[in-house]
């Protein structure tokens, strides 16, 4: 049974315990390996640095980085504690509190350190943005995100019914083209690749977003449906069919789940029938009526 439910206390200690893991490991990439690197990583983080740079270029004013970035997610946040959900906002709201406060506050000599080792903006880069993704990985772990594009892609998705992750990626290229523009084409470059680094890490790691096609050939589909619906609050559809090999009648349900609940699901059906026939297949898209857990 669901721990969010049977120990809510628990639940949210949990909870909390990652959100403040999670953000301190985005601020302490903010201030090492992308000052370091001298990167500008898309998103709102990237909008904020470059938002300083500007302010110590052009008017000789070092503002500093949480202000810039509560400003930012205001508005986002707004319209996805409306769209998406109280709960679910305010822990993601907390994350970016925490990271901003963290990278201010971030301890003069950690971020020297990393200034005066690192001058390989390659390594930056990629070990950057495997520690950012780890990062989001933590905070995605406890039913958060780090704000920014992810509040509003999460409150079009939640609204419309639609990925905004085209247009994210295009405000992301925009944020880019700035960086080369205003420092190199060589920050630009490295900028990416912190950001590939990121993305394949969260999509190596995490499989929370991605969903998955369960064939389930069994002769036991009552009992296998029920194990269904108890984890994963699916529905299946069953069709009937003949075993050709052993000439027996058998039932095939498909079924459409979440990646991460697949693995204990298989082990539980094997329990209930160890001679089911199980198919996992890469699920690319899903339209019509799909159970997505509530966010809160």
């Not at 349900?253 to 996992?280: C, G, K, M, Q, W």
Request: net charge positive.
């Amino acid at each position: 049974m669901n721990a969010k439910k049977t120990k809510p206390l628990l639940y949210t200690a949990r909870r909390l315990a990652l959100i403040v893991l999670g953000a301190t490991m985005q601020a302490f990439t903010i201030s090492t390996f992308i000052r370091a690197g001298n990167i500008i990583p898309g998103g709102f983080t990237g909008m904020t640095l470059l938002t300083q740079e500007v302010f110590l270029r052009y008017l000789g004013m070092s503002i500093p980085f949480s202000i810039v970035l509560f400003a930012m997610n205001a508005v986002p946040a707004a319209v996805c504690f409306k769209v998406v959900g109280k709960t679910f906002t305010l822990f993601s709201a907390l994350v970016v509190v925490i990271t901003g406060f963290l990278t201010d506050l971030m301890p003069v000599a950690i971020v020297s350190f990393f200034a005066a080792h690192l001058h390989n903006p390659l390594l930056a880069a990629v070990f950057g943005g495997m520690l950012s993704g780890l990062g989001t990985i933590v905070c995605l772990n406890a039913d958060a995100v780090a704000g920014g594009t992810d509040f509003i892609a999460i409150s079009v998705s939640e609204k419309y019914n639609k990925d905004a992750w085209n247009y994210i990626f295009a405000g992301n290229f925009a944020v880019l083209a700035v960086a080369g523009i205003m420092f190199s084409l060589e920050v630009a470059l490295y900028s990416i690749i912190f950001q590939f680094a990121m993305t394949m890490t969260l999509n190596s790691l995490y499989r929370g977003y991605q969903q998955q096609t369960m064939l389930i050939v069994t002769g036991q589909p009552a009992e296998v449906y029920r194990l269904i619906r108890e984890k994963t609050n699916h529905a299946a559809t069953s069709l009937s069919g003949t075993g050709l090999y052993g000439g027996t009648e058998k039932t095939v349900l498909y079924s459409v789940v979440h990646a991460n609940e697949t693995a204990p699901l298989i082990r539980a059906i094997r329990e209930a029938d160890a001679d089911a026939f199980i198919n996992v297949i890469k699920t690319e898209q899903v339209n019509g009526k799909f159970f997505r857990r509530p966010k809160g």
